[in-house]
């Protein structure tokens, strides 16, 4: 199938992209520029330049694919991109799946595909565009809600892992907040292989959470990080106002959100199998680890 793909030189979208391909699908990559053009292409896929905003460009290209898999969401270009891209499928029958956000669900300890909306202020926008996809008739609509992605020593996880550490005889790793709070987490390889699952077999209308089961609190990750970096003084609380002005409001108070989310929807209904390394074992001995980033 040739599925057109925003998002494709992403976090996310760099293991996207080669497991579509890796699953026999054609790819067309909706990228900026030259440079971008050229790595996706080196990945496989075919590069359609220009920008996700265009609705022109996107209805077009939505209409030429055999459905669309949006990873470059954001507040400035999902309301006309997903407008553009409904029309473009408009009573084909093909799959559409979108990108929300496990962070709208707010503060809950056991967060399901159909727990109540509670989002902070970072994420608020995501509601009325999502309710857009899956209200949409005509076209095969799902909506992939990662957790906290991690993996290749990127992503949120570096928060912690690249923390202040004070100065002195003991220097510390610096929490967000008291650390009491979890986050629900999903390994970026098994979070490409529910986008395609999704693309492939999702029910119209559905909402899968990309979240593996493993639900650490954000103390057990400073824990992790400072034995993994020799810091003699382990981990220091810090309070929510501090972790404002530190990591800026809109963003601390996402990160301040105490979640766990099993995923279970995803792996009864489509097969999933979350098995990549959990995010304590990448902060410990993986990816996130002193060594595995000195040698890159």
């Known amino acids: 199938m040739s599925i057109l793909l925003t998002g494709a030189t992403g976090f996310i979208g760099s293991s996207v992209l080669p497991?579509?391909?890796?699953?026999?699908?054609s790819v067309t990559?909706?990228?900026?520029?030259?440079a971008k053009a050229a790595q996706v292409e080196a990945a496989g896929a075919t590069a359609?330049?220009?920008?996700a905003t265009d609705s022109e460009?996107?209805?077009r290209a939505a209409r030429d694919s055999d459905g669309v898999i949006h990873l470059a969401s954001a507040k400035d270009?999902?309301?006309?991109?997903?407008k553009a891209v409904l029309t473009g499928l408009a009573g084909s029958g093909k799959s559409f799946v979108h990108t929300g956000g496990i962070w709208t669900y707010g503060s809950n300890a056991d967060i399901v595909e159909d727990s109540p909306s509670a989002p902070p202020a970072l994420t608020a926008w995501r509601g009325a565009t999502e309710a857009i996809v899956l209200a949409a008739e005509g076209v095969r609509t799902a909506v992939v809600v990662p957790a906290v992605v991690y993996g290749r020593g990127t992503g949120i996880p570096t928060v912690i892992v690249d923390?202040?550490?004070g100065t002195g005889v003991s220097p510390a790793i610096r929490l967000v907040g008291d650390g009491t709070q979890h986050w629900t987490t999903v390994h970026v390889d098994d979070l490409a292989a529910l986008y395609v699952l999704a693309f492939e077999n999702g029910d119209a209308g559905a909402v899968y959470l990309g979240a593996s089961g493993q639900n650490p609190t954000v103390r057990e990750l400073g824990e992790a990080a400072a034995a993994a970096a020799g810091v003699v003084g382990g981990v220091q609380e810090e309070s929510a106002e501090d972790s404002r002005d530190r990591l800026g409001a809109a963003f601390a108070d996402a990160l301040l959100l105490d979640?766990?989310?099993?995923?279970s929807k995803a792996r009864i209904d489509l097969g999933w199998e979350p098995n990549g390394p959990t995010l304590l074992e990448e902060i410990a001995s993986g990816s996130y680890a002193p060594q595995a980033v000195a040698a890159e």
Request: hydrophobic share 40%.
């Open 77 to 82: 270009v999902d309301p006309g991109f997903v």
């Open 163 to 165: 923390a202040p550490r």
């Open 259 to 263: 979640q766990q989310a099993r995923g």
């Open 48 to 51: 359609l330049i220009g920008d």
């Open 57 to 59: 460009l996107v209805e």
């Open 19 to 25: 497991r579509l391909i890796e699953e026999g699908h």
């Open 29 to 34: 990559a909706l990228v900026r520029d030259e």
